[in-house]
C-alpha cells in the first residue's frame, strides 16, 4: 500500500461517544484517510504497514495549550527549588548546587514558595552560603525572584532605586537593622532587568528546547503552545535540523521583543512551527499576592495586587500588536485583570473573530464570564493548579470572589470555548495529570483515597477534560479544521495509552504513553525508549 497505514483493535477516542476501532492514514501527507467501526481492512496492508493496537485505547494527539519550552529546560539543569521546606533547607540547596558547578558565573534557580517555607528569603540568606557571584533565584510561578548582594550591584538597584510600573523592590521593614534598604526580593517586572543580565547562549537555549521538547513528546504533547522569550531563532534552526518532531505554537513576549529574535505575524517553519499570537501580562500571581483582585487580600487590609500597565497603556499594546496583525494571548489572573484586559479588547476594537486567549482565568466573576463569551475570548485553563494551590487560597482569597474561583465548569456552561495547559515549568508538562485534576480537583494531594474535593461543582466530565487538551488546544490555535480529532481529512495525530482511562479515569494517575504519533509518522515508542536506556 506504500505510503499507507492501519491501526486496528484499537479503541479509539471520539468525543461524540462514537465506538471506533479502525483508521487508516498516509504517513507522507500524514492526513487520515478512513475511519470504521468493523471489519478493518487488514489483509489491504502488508505486516510492515498495519498497528495491532491490541484493544489499546488511542486518543487524539494532546496539545498543551500553555508553556515555556525553552524555560522549562532550563529548570532541568538550573538549581531545583520545589518543596524546600525551610530557609534552612534553601541555603543547604544553593550550597549543595554551587559546590556542583563551580564553574558557572551566575547561579540560575526556580521553585521555592514562601508558603511552605515559612518566609520570603531575602538577599542575606543568601549571602550567608554564597556572595562571590550573582545569584537569581525566581518562586515557583516565576513572578518574583530573590536576589544576592552581587546581583543587585550588577543590576545597579540601589537604596534610592524608585519601584518600576508594574513592579516592586522589597525593603526590610522597619526595626532591621537594614531597614528601608533592597532586601533581594523582586515582583513582577522589578525582575525584568536582573533577567536580561543572564540572557543564555544561542547554544544553550537550543539544549534547553530540545530537552523539554523530548519530554513532552514522551508524555504525549503533540501540539505544544509555547510563550517564549527571545527563542524564534533558535526554534527555526532546530527546525531546519529536524530535532522537533511536534507542533511548536510560538506566543512571543510582546512587550519585551527583541526585533532581531521575534517573527512576524503567520510567520511558519515547514508545518512544525509557527506564530500567530503574542503574549502580554496584566497582573501577577496569587502565591505571590501580586494577581490583581476587586477585593483586599484576606492576609492585607490595603493588597489588591499588581496591574502591569495603565488601561491606556494597555490598550495602545493590543492595538499596537494587533496592528502588526498578531493574536492575542493575555495573562490574567485576577478578576480585576480579566476586566482590565477585557475593556481593553473592547476599546482596541478586537472582534471576537480574532479568538483573544485569556490565560489562566483563575479568579471570575458572573459579568466576566458573560463578557468573555459576548467577545469571542477562550479561557486558557490550568487544571493543574487546583491540587497546588488549594492548600492556601481559602486563606488567600476573599469570600466574595471564592464562587468563581478556578471556575471551569461554568465556563464551558457559558459556552466559553476552553484549552488546558500547565504553565510548565510551574507544574510539569503532564497533560494526562492535567485530565485527571480537571475530573477529580483534589485538595492539596492527588490520591483515590483522598475525599477532598475543590468546588466539586466545577468538576468536569471525563469527555470534557479530555476535549481541553485536543479540541479545545486545536480550537485555540485555529487549528480545529485538521486537528484535535481523529476523522478523516484530519491530521494523524495521536497516542496510544497503555490503559483505559475513559473507562477508569483514575486510572490517569498512572497511565504511560506507549506511542506518539505526529502526522502519521511515529516520533516516540515507549519500548524503544526503554531500551535506550
Known amino acids: ?26 504517513s507522507l501527507t500524514g492526513y487520515i484517510t478512513t475511519i470504521g467501526r468493523e471489519n478493518p481492512p487488514v489483509m489491504e496492508f502488508s505486516e510492515s504497514d498495519r498497528c495491532d493496537c491490541s484493544g489499546k485505547l488511542v486518543l487524539p494527539g494532546l496539545h498543551e495549550s500553555h508553556l515555556h519550552v525553552e524555560k522549562y529546560g532550563l529548570f532541568k539543569s538550573c538549581l531545583n527549588l520545589r518543596n524546600c521546606h525551610s530557609v534552612e533547607n534553601f541555603k543547604e540547596r544553593i550550597k549543595t548546587y554551587v559546590a556542583e558547578n563551580p564553574d558557572r558565573k551566575w547561579i540560575f534557580g526556580i521553585g ?61 521593614p522597619p526595626g532591621h537593622r537594614d531597614q528601608g534598604k533592597p532586601n533581594g526580593v523582586l515582583k513582577e517586572t522589578a525582575l525584568d532587568n536582573v533577567l536580561l543580565l543572564i540572557q543564555e547562549t544561542s547554544v544553550v537555549k537550543k539544549r534547553n528546547i530540545e530537552m523539554a521538547v523530548s519530554d513532552l513528546v514522551k508524555n504525549g504533547v503533540t501540539s505544544a503552545h509555547a510563550c517564549e522569550q527571545h527563542t524564534w531563532n533558535e526554534f527555526c534552526e532546530l527546525v531546519d535540523e529536524g ?62 495586587g499588581i496591574l502591569h500597565h495603565s488601561q491606556d497603556n494597555l490598550t495602545h499594546l493590543i492595538k499596537e500588536s494587533t496592528g502588526l496583525g498578531f493574536r492575542l ?43 468573555m463569551k459576548e467577545q469571542g475570548v477562550i479561557a486558557n485553563i490550568q487544571p493543574q493548579f487546583v491540587c ?60 483515590l ?21 485536543t479540541k479545545g ?32 479515569p483514575s486510572d490517569l494517575l498512572t497511565s504511560k504513553v506507549l506511542e506518539t504519533w505526529v502526522a502519521g509518522k511515529r516520533c516516540y515508542n515507549s519500548v524503544e525508549h526503554e531500551k535506550d536506556l
Open 1 to 26: 500500500m506504500g505510503s499507507l497505514r492501519l491501526l486496528y483493535n484499537a479503541k479509539i477516542y471520539q468525543s461524540s461517544g462514537k465506538s471506533i476501532t479502525w483508521m487508516a492514514f498516509n
Open 449 to 469: 483515597d483522598n475525599r477532598k474535593v475543590f468546588r466539586p461543582d466545577e468538576c468536569l466530565s471525563v469527555q470534557e477534560a479530555i476535549d481541553l487538551y
Open 243 to 304: 530535532k522537533i518532531p511536534i507542533r511548536i505554537f510560538f506566543s512571543g513576549y510582546f512587550h519585551k521583543r527583541d526585533p532581531q529574535n521575534f517573527p512576524s505575524a503567520k510567520e511558519a517553519r515547514g508545518n512544525r512551527l509557527s506564530c500567530d499570537r503574542v503574549k502580554l501580562f496584566v497582573d501577577g500571581a496569587l502565591g505571590t499576592r501580586t494577581a490583581a483582585l476587586s477585593h483586599t487580600y484576606c492576609c492585607s487590609a490595603d493588597n489588591k
Open 112 to 172: 521555592w514558595e514562601q508558603d511552605i517555607m515559612g518566609r520570603y528569603p531575602t538577599k542575606d540568606d543568601i549571602d550567608e552560603v554564597h556572595s562571590t557571584s550573582p545569584v537569581v533565584l525566581l518562586r515557583v510561578c516565576g513572578h518574583v525572584g530573590v536576589i544576592n548582594g552581587q546581583a543587585l550591584s550588577l543590576a545597579g538597584i540601589t537604596n534610592d532605586s524608585e519601584d518600576p510600573p508594574g513592579g516592586t523592590f522589597e525593603r526590610y
Open 473 to 504: 488546544g486545536a480550537y485555540a490555535s485555529m487549528t480545529e479544521d485538521h486537528l484535535g480529532q481523529l476523522l478523516p481529512g484530519y491530521q494523524a495525530d495521536f497516542i496510544i495509552l497503555d490503559k483505559d482511562i475513559c473507562s477508569s
Open 388 to 447: 497546588t494551590d488549594s492548600r492556601w487560597l481559602p486563606e488567600l482569597l476573599p469570600p466574595e470572589l471564592m464562587p468563581y474561583a478556578y471556575a471551569w465548569k461554568s465556563l464551558l456552561n457559558e459556552g466559553i470555548p476552553c484549552a488546558g495547559g500547565s504553565d510548565a515549568p510551574v507544574e510539569p508538562p503532564l497533560p494526562l495529570l492535567g485530565i485527571y485534576d480537571a475530573i477529580f480537583r483534589q485538595e492539596v494531594s492527588r490520591s
Open 329 to 371: 494571548e493575555i495573562h490574567v489572573i485576577g478578576d480585576d485583570a480579566a476586566e482590565n484586559a477585557l475593556d481593553a479588547l473592547k476599546a482596541a476594537e478586537v472582534s471576537p473573530e480574532k479568538r483573544p486567549i485569556l490565560t489562566h482565568c483563575q479568579i471570575l466573576r458572573a459579568d466576566l464570564l458573560h463578557r
